[in-house]
């Protein structure tokens, strides 16, 4: 039934309007990705085939492709599509997750530090330099590339305050390596780390390093200061609190990241 009337729209779509609004609201990488999506997959809108499909990066390109086009036609069109969309979804169990949460401590064993290390040694010196930096920093992509391009206008005594605050999403204070510190004098961008950070020359996904980070820091530091640096505990309120144990530990942060990384990873 509501493949029908979907069906329909699809027929008399303006497309290029469509990208349009895309390229109005997000980013331009964003846009183009989830135009090209939404044109190659929209006929999978409220489909058995959908249903049966497994969890995969296709399957969650197909749900921002057809979910954007619903929001589309209930803005332009005032139709209801994103809301029987979500209700659709919800009612044949398809979740947006494409795999379980991992367990940090088990992607530790799966995703061998040393293996990833190797390949970033083997990067091109820019991006050497901020796949070392989003591990031993253990930001999200999205803040490694805030923090890294403000670098110098954060970093004091080696220590970023961040406190940023986004919804579930908290960043709060990181070290800063001092074999890094002065390396950080250019920009980047996520459409560069996309295509020169992929997961085949990395060995793992660019999110993953924050992972590794935390179970490194958990483990040979504290993990208290560990959640907070990852902004699972604290805020700027309990900055009086955290922020002294960061001065206590960056003696042994430094070791330990030069042991483990930085000693490996030299740069030019």
């Not at 820091?217 to 200061?225: E, F, G, S, Y």
Request: with cysteine; proline share 3%.
């Amino acid at each position: 039934m509501f493949s029908t009337v979907f069906d329909k729209a699809i027929k008399a779509f303006d497309w290029e309007d469509y990208k349009t609004w895309l390229f109005n609201n997000k980013s331009e990488l964003n846009a183009k990705h989830t135009f090209k999506d939404s044109k190659k997959y929209h006929h999978y809108a409220f489909s058995e085939e959908l249903v049966s499909m497994k969890p995969s990066r296709k399957r969650q390109d197909i749900l921002k492709g057809i979910s954007n086009i619903t929001r589309y036609l209930d803005i332009k069109k005032d139709t209801e599509f994103h809301e029987l969309w979500l209700k659709w979804l919800k009612k044949k169990e398809i979740r947006w997750r494409m795999n379980p949460k991992t367990d940090t401590y088990l992607l530790a064993n799966q995703i061998r530090i040393e293996d990833v290390l190797k390949n970033i040694k083997s990067l091109p010196e820019k991006y050497k330099i901020f796949a070392t930096f989003v591990l031993v920093s253990g930001l999200r992509t999205s803040e490694a590339i805030e923090a890294f391009n403000n670098h110098d206008k954060i970093c004091k005594d080696e220590v970023m305050e961040l406190f940023w605050d986004r919804g579930t999403k908290k960043a709060n204070a990181i070290y800063c390596h001092p074999l890094l510190h002065d390396k950080m004098k250019y920009k980047t961008s996520a459409s560069r780390v996309t295509k020169n950070l992929h997961s085949k020359i990395l060995g793992c996904e660019v999110r993953y390093l924050r992972k590794l980070n935390y179970t490194v820091n958990a483990t040979k530091i504290d993990p208290l200061l560990a959640e907070f640096m990852q902004g699972r505990r604290g805020n700027v309120s309990q900055r009086h609190y955290f922020l002294p144990l960061l001065g206590q530990n960056k003696t042994k942060w430094r070791k330990i990241w030069f042991k483990m990384v930085l000693e490996k990873v030299p740069f030019t």
